[in-house]
């Protein structure tokens, strides 16, 4: 039976800064045995990282009992039908498409039995190594929809952060030593592949690039099937130390930015702040 869905929003602070001592970075996690795994559930983080002196951008997957480092092509997100639910009404979330039209959120705030992506630049030698600030650049989406990203701050405002309907590509910054989670929103279901690239400048002067694919299965069916999708936009990938200037953002002029700013600041989400009470269309599939 079909359900409206129904955002509620509560006002009050979206976030709280914890500041973080400087030079105490996120403790080093172990390297990824290899193998590819299909996450589901769980709090997992993508981001930069020195691996053996070269810049590498990878996942950290914290659903195990321990966290590891796992490649990109190792690695797809999977979010079941529990994830559908509908656009609300109101123009500020216009970009996400036509009220009680469906899309499929992995949301902001963690939720059981959902996997809970994140972004960080929180690797030890990232931390110390790169001058204040990684630009994070969406170059790429292909699927069978849109997707989004955008932050939900105080007072339920959307902030959003890349919107595959505009130009690409388009890019944010992500303040060093930094912990965001934000809302990821997919248009249909299927798998989708988005050619991300991170880079920076090192307080050495160096200028640092990695270019990656995010695999990401909405919806049911077996999402494994996601690492045989070719990409048809897989995008280059430069040499570690690579003097490549960045490329234009969305051409507006505009640089969404998911940091806060301030050295030593971390963005933690706790408690429920800003509350969204969905009520899904269709029936709740278990994680498999």
């Known amino acids: 039976m079909t359900r409206a869905a129904r955002w509620l929003v509560v006002a009050a602070v979206a976030a709280v800064l914890t500041p973080v001592v400087p030079g105490a970075a996120q403790e080093a996690p172990a390297d990824s045995p290899g193998g590819r795994v299909v996450i589901d559930d769980g709090h997992v983080d993508m981001g930069p990282r020195f691996l053996n002196g070269k810049w590498t951008v990878q996942v950290r997957d914290d659903t195990g009992a321990a966290p590891v480092w796992r490649q990109l092509d190792d690695v797809v997100l999977h979010a079941g039908e529990d994830a559908r639910t509908e656009v609300p009404p109101g123009t500020e979330y216009g970009f996400l498409g036509t009220p009680e039209s469906n899309v499929w959120l992995l949301p902001q705030t963690q939720r059981a039995g959902t996997v809970w992506p994140g972004w960080n630049t929180q690797d030890p030698e990232t931390a110390t190594k790169v001058d204040r600030e990684v630009t994070w650049r969406l170059q790429t989406v292909q699927g069978p929809g849109p997707f989004s990203l955008f932050l939900t701050g105080a007072f339920g405002a959307p902030q959003v952060i890349f919107d595959s309907r505009k130009p ?68 280059r990938a430069p040499a570690a130390g690579s003097d490549e200037a960045p490329r234009a953002s969305d051409g507006s002029g505009s640089r969404p930015t998911a940091w806060i700013a301030g050295a030593a600041v971390a963005v933690v989400l706790v408690g429920t702040v800003v509350l969204v009470v969905f009520r899904r269309r269709g029936r709740r599939t278990e994680a498999s």
């Open 168 to 235: 690409l590509p388009q890019e944010t910054g992500i303040e060093v030593n930094s912990h965001v989670h934000g809302n990821w929103a997919f248009g249909a279901p299927g798998t989708y592949l988005l050619g991300i690239e991170m880079s920076a400048s090192t307080v050495d002067g160096r200028r640092v690039v990695d270019r990656q694919v995010l695999r990401v299965h909405i919806g049911d069916g077996d999402p494994a099937q996601a690492f045989a999708v070719a990409s048809t936009v897989a995008p």
